[in-house]
């Protein structure tokens, strides 16, 4: 439990470091590619299941991040 709470803090820290040193417009999607990341991760390890739907939502994510990293 006290792990989670570090990492959660640590977590908040790079945030607001990448959006000192960042775009907010490249900052703020590239955190929801942890969505991705975790729906990626639960399936490959935990054998989640994911529909076609979590599937068009994970794609239209990770198409975003790419887009805007592009801009």
Do not use: R
């Not at 803090?9 to 417009?25: D, H, N, P, Q, R």
């Not at 990341?37 to 994970?58: D, H, P, R």
């Amino acid at each position: 439990m006290a792990l989670s709470g570090v990492a959660g803090a640590v977590s908040w820290m790079f945030y607001f470091l990448a959006l000192k040193y960042g775009k907010v417009a490249q900052v703020g999607p590239v955190d929801k590619l942890s969505v991705v990341i975790a729906a990626l991760l639960a399936f490959l390890f935990l054998g989640e299941k994911i529909t076609l739907l979590n599937g068009i939502g994970i794609g239209l994510i990770t198409i975003g991040v790419i887009l805007t990293a592009l801009k």
